[in-house]
């Protein structure tokens, strides 16, 4: 079965220190993760893609696939990232999301 | 830049009673999709729709749901009969065409509260 996890429901950091957001998966073929963001009254909203090997807004996810993880990192925390985030993996036939239960990241100035 | 809308941003309602919500997708997408998230839980896949057919669904999307292409532009989620448990921010979402699409983009959301 698929599935993706994700262990912290909150997580508090200050302002320019390292943040880490947890995210681990179950799937039974090649994954596609995504990682989304929701920032207070706004839609969801892709923050990024494994494939894409990119980093946004200073955030970068690597997909590990012996821990089956994919966490989102970010090395110095800014007050603007605080938001709702969601890890994501899509389907091979790319017609469903799997979404984790999220993290709120709360970062402190 | 194009976005995704969806109406009523809210809706109230009676239990047993069949509710439309409506998703106006960005009109160059072919596939869409529509999600709830019921308070305090995750955003849980229901159904994703191409070509005018339901290409996968959930176990949540049961006979109590349907969807539609009515027109060109309109994506609409109808549940029948709905229950308590149906209470939740159903949230449409539209990407483009083939296996590389990049993400879905996602509307504001329905909060539909059943009582």
């Known amino acids: 079965a698929q599935r993706v996890t994700q262990p912290e429901k909150l997580l508090s950091v200050f302002k320019g220190a390292p943040v880490e957001l947890k995210c681990n998966y179950s799937?039974?073929?090649?994954?596609?993760l995504f990682w989304y963001v929701q920032y207070s009254r706004q839609r969801l909203q892709l923050l990024l893609r494994?494939?894409s090997r990119e980093s946004i807004k200073g955030f970068t996810a690597d997909l590990n696939k012996g821990e089956t993880s994919f966490h989102l990192k970010k090395p110095f925390a800014q007050e603007e990232d605080s938001a709702m985030y969601y890890c994501?993996?899509?389907?091979?036939?790319?017609?469903?999301?799997?979404f984790g239960t999220g993290t709120s990241l709360t970062v402190i100035p | 830049e194009p976005e995704v809308t969806q109406t009523p941003s809210h809706q109230v309602t009676q239990m047993g009673q069949e509710v439309i919500l409506r998703c106006v997708p960005i009109?160059?997408?072919?596939?869409f999709y529509w999600y709830r998230q019921i308070l305090g839980q995750k955003v849980e896949f229901l159904v994703s729709?191409?070509?005018?057919?339901?290409?996968?669904k959930s176990e949540i999307f049961d006979d109590q749901f349907s969807v539609e292409r009515p027109d060109g532009s309109n994506f609409t989620l109808k549940i029948r009969s709905t229950k308590l448990e149906d209470s939740a921010m159903y949230f449409c979402?539209?990407?483009?065409?083939?296996?590389?699409?990049?993400?879905?983009?996602f509307g504001p959301g329905t909060r539909l509260l059943v009582l």
């Open positions: 729709f191409y070509n005018n057919e339901i290409s996968e």
């Open positions: 994501a993996l899509r389907s091979n036939t790319g017609n469903q999301f799997y």
């Open positions: 009109s160059n997408h072919l596939y």
């Open positions: 799937y039974s073929g090649s994954p596609e």
């Open positions: 979402a539209s990407g483009k065409q083939g296996l590389n699409q990049e993400t879905q983009y």
């Open positions: 494994h494939i």
